[in-house]
T-cell receptor, first 114, second 115 residues
Framework: DAGVTQSPTHLIKTRGQHVTLRCSPI?????VSWYQQVLGQGPQFIFQ???????GRGNFPDRFSARQFPNYSSELNVNALLLGDSALYLC????FGGGDQPQHFGDGTRLSIL | GESVGLHLPTLSVQEGDNSIINCAYS??????FIWYKQESGKGPQFIID?????DKRQGQRVTVLLNKTVKHLSLQIAATQPGDSAVYFC??????????????FGQGTTLQVKP
């Protein structure tokens, strides 16, 4: 079975632009979470979606938004990109939205802001 | 605030030896813990998890120990192999996150396996 897939794998943008990152969860998983990982640090929680509803939001500005589609895939949107948004963006899926289940990660989208 | 921290940034072991990676957490309400392995250029890979009603859980070549009294978590890897070289993260969830599944990660420990 396919794991969590993310696209694109790499992306280069300039300040002020916007970006859309995509994620397909493991088949049968209904929850998708997004994390930002800056080089040398652990991932930081951005959003969780379950059954197309936002279940949680981390400490990120309103420039970050996301949505989940009926097929449980998800998009992360970032507007007005800043240099500090350069990071690896990870998507994780789990069967349900609760906090007591393993989350499985994709290999991420490496976003570089020039 | 909440944090999950690791005691050592880098651990170097000889191939075939056992490895122990430690993790401290600060929130006594945390009730679910996961260990992840992250290789260069890849996303975190699930290794093993443990719930707060357990003290120990074993997988293939790995054991996780949870000491709630001192809020300490450890990952033991038996017969460490070169393929085990990676960054290891512990992560936690707690009810204070509103059952969102929000994972709180530590900084990571780099495991280097010497041949």
């Amino acid at each position: 079975d396919a794991g969590v897939t993310q696209s694109p794998t790499h992306l280069i943008k300039t300040r002020g632009q916007h970006v859309t990152l995509r994620c397909s969860p493991i088949s049968g998983h209904k929850s998708v979470s997004w994390y930002q990982q800056v080089l040398g640090q652990g991932p930081q929680f951005i959003f969780q979606y379950y059954e197309k509803e936002e279940r949680g939001r981390g400490n990120f500005p309103d420039r970050f938004s996301a949505r989940q589609f009926p097929n449980y895939s998800s998009e992360l949107n970032v507007n007005a990109l800043l240099l500090g948004d350069s990071a690896l963006y990870l998507c994780a899926s789990s069967s349900f939205g609760g906090g007591d289940q393993p989350q499985h990660f994709g290999d991420g989208t490496r976003l570089s802001i020039l | 605030g909440e944090s999950v921290g690791l005691h050592l940034p880098t651990l170097s072991v000889q191939e075939g030896d056992n490895s122990i990676i430690n993790c401290a957490y600060s929130n006594s309400a945390s009730d679910y813990f996961i260990w992840y392995k992250q290789e260069s250029g890849k996303g975190p890979q699930f290794i093993i998890d443990i719930r707060s009603n357990m003290d120990k859980r074993q997988g293939q070549r790995v054991t996780v120990l949870l000491n709630k009294t001192v809020k300490h978590l450890s990952l033991q890897i038996a017969a460490t192999q070169p393929g085990d070289s990676a960054v290891y993260f512990c992560a936690e969830t707690n009810p204070g996150s509103g059952n969102t599944g929000k994972l709180i990660f530590g900084q990571g420990t780099t495991l280097q396996v010497k041949p």
